[in-house]
């Protein structure tokens, strides 16, 4: 499906497949749709992730002790089709798990299952002309990211984006920020002078304040770790019968409160 079709400023959440389990897994993403995403980053644990904090950390080791791997990722996004989920998913992997599966075998998966997009964030951009192409050959964009520090590289980098462009509001790992930099809705603005598919911003965004604020400066919000520390806050709950519908209801909720200046407000229940 096309990725995106810009209207209003998009909510793209990203949460762990596997956290704390698969079927879980599903059950928030819906929740997610539910709650007004307009997009779905589906994070492949990783036992040693550089571009994250330690939430992102702990999602991803819970994860790897059920077993998860980027092959079982990919073959969730059937399962959240079956379960109602129509946004488009985006598959957010480091290079090393593609490398063990091999690059061809990947795309053929992902395209297999119906991935919507792929999004490396350890794959510099002047190493991604294969993987590039290969995406093109299955119809399956490779997301580019760009970083404050990119600079000359933004123009390049622009020019080259497939599905949209991702603009990583803040140097280091991810993780919930209080503040944003004060040079983030420059950074934003000159990307989107050079780029033909929608800008969208992530990395320690975690409030609705932050939302608020950048909304006018960007095509789309990417939210992770707020939204995975609810995810463990809530973990016991979730796997609790009787108690999972009322947890999915209050992350929802949750959800919806973060990107309430994008959508209509949650009513309270």
Do not use: W
């Amino acid at each position: 499906m096309p990725l995106c079709t810009v209207t209003k400023p998009m909510f793209i959440p990203f949460i762990v497949a596997g956290d704390p389990t698969p079927d879980i897994t599903v059950e928030l993403a819906f929740a997610l749709q539910e709650a007004g995403a307009d997009m779905l980053e589906l994070g492949v644990p990783y036992s040693d992730p550089l571009a994250d904090g330690p939430i992102i950390q702990r999602a991803a080791a819970r994860a790897l002790s059920g077993q998860m791997t980027l092959q079982k990722a990919v073959e969730l996004v059937p399962e959240m089709r079956k379960k109602g989920i129509k946004i488009p998913i985006i598959i957010f992997t480091y290079y090393n798990p593609v490398l063990q599966l091999g690059e061809e075998s990947f795309f053929a998966l992902a395209q297999q299952n119906g991935v919507d997009g792929v999004l490396i964030p350890d794959l510099p951009f002047e190493e991604s002309g294969p993987i590039r192409r290969l995406g093109e050959k299955t119809g399956i964009p490779l997301i580019s990211l760009v970083a404050p520090t990119s600079k000359k590289r933004i123009e390049t980098i622009a020019s080259h984006a497939q599905g949209f462009l991702y603009c990583v509001s803040s140097l280091g790992v991810t993780g919930v920020r209080d503040t944003l930099p004060e040079t983030l809705n420059d950074f934003l603005t000159e990307v989107k002078r050079h780029s033909r598919v929608p800008v969208v911003v992530g990395f320690g965004i975690s409030t609705s304040e932050q939302v608020k604020m950048l909304k006018d400066y960007c095509d789309g919000v990417v939210i992770g770790s707020a939204l995975v520390q609810k995810i463990e806050q809530l973990n016991e709950q979730l796997q609790t019968p009787a108690n999972k519908e009322e947890a999915l209801a209050e992350f929802q909720c949750y959800a919806h409160s973060l990107v309430a200046p994008l959508k209509h407000a949650c009513s309270s229940q």
